[in-house]
């Protein structure tokens, strides 16, 4: 439910059904009336009227079987159009192609909603871990370089809020747990410019981003390379590729991207 007293031209109706919405996510596709009406502080004669109606629009399905409610594919109209037009994507592509073409590295670009990071494009090199992300993919903002990257430029009370709230989930041995260290890191990345995750989110896999930064010098999004560990030049790739990462990162924040 809203933390906000609205204006007098809120709609709570339609807030509340979008909130339903993105009540669902890749860790809990499936929900069941319950579900829904407790994470939205909503009784169940509320909550199910909701679902009705976004199932009657073709936005939800309900499993008779599991008594669940899942999103449908329809939901996918509602923002891919928005991703694919937005300016920043249109910014860095040319960006992203040249890198992924020069270095043989899987190239993103992403910006941070709520305790994610959601990729706004992806070029994926052949010689990657298999990873199933496109346009559109949210990815954990702690165990991230472009989730990193981000925090640490992030204005400080903001950057301490969003501590404050996220949880150190473990997807590896080398994701970090500790807020005090992750802290620490991220004071640190904000001194160096950039960040870097070494099989923190995926075994295997090892990840650099830079800052990318809007026209008043405030951090826009993550431009990140991930590459194979396994790779024979993997130990020597950073040293080669971040100044030039650190040099796109720097054109951005003085507005001369193209």
């Known amino acids: ?25 890749p860790e809990k596709p499936a929900l069941t009336l319950s579900e829904v009406a407790k994470k939205n502080g909503m009784n169940l004669v509320t909550a199910r009227r909701y ?3 976004l199932k009657e629009l073709g936005y939800v399905h309900f499993d008779e079987q599991g008594k669940t409610y899942r999103l449908t594919p329809r939901v996918l109209r509602l923002g891919s159009w928005i991703i694919e037009s937005m300016d920043l994507r249109t910014r860095m592509l040319p960006y992203l192609t040249h890198l992924t073409r020069e270095w043989h590295v899987t190239s993103g670009c992403a910006i941070l909603e709520g305790q994610e990071v959601v990729y706004l494009e992806r070029i994926r090199s052949n010689d990657v871990v298999n990873l199933d992300l496109t346009a559109g993919s949210r990815l954990p903002v702690h165990c991230t370089s472009m989730g990193k990257v981000i925090m640490a430029f992030l204005p400080p009370h903001k950057r301490a809020d969003l501590l404050e709230r996220i949880k150190l989930m473990p997807y590896t041995l080398n994701t970090i747990t500790d ?48 590459y194979r560990t ?3 030049d993997a130990s020597s790739l950073p040293q080669g590729i971040l100044p030039e990462l650190l040099k796109i990162s720097r054109e951005t924040k003085a507005g001369v991207a193209a």
Do not use: W
């Open 179 to 226: 807020k005090t260290v992750l802290k620490k890191q991220l004071d640190q990345v904000r001194l160096m410019g950039y960040a870097s995750s070494d099989q923190e989110l995926t075994l295997g896999l090892r990840c650099l981003a830079v800052p990318l930064f809007d026209k008043s010098g405030l951090i826009e999004a993550a431009l990140q390379v991930s």
């Open 230 to 232: 396994e790779r024979e």
């Open 1 to 25: 439910m809203l933390e906000h007293p609205p204006g007098k031209n809120f709609i709570r109706a339609l807030a509340n059904g979008l909130t339903c919405l993105t009540t669902f996510s």
């Open 51 to 53: 679902l009705l109606t």
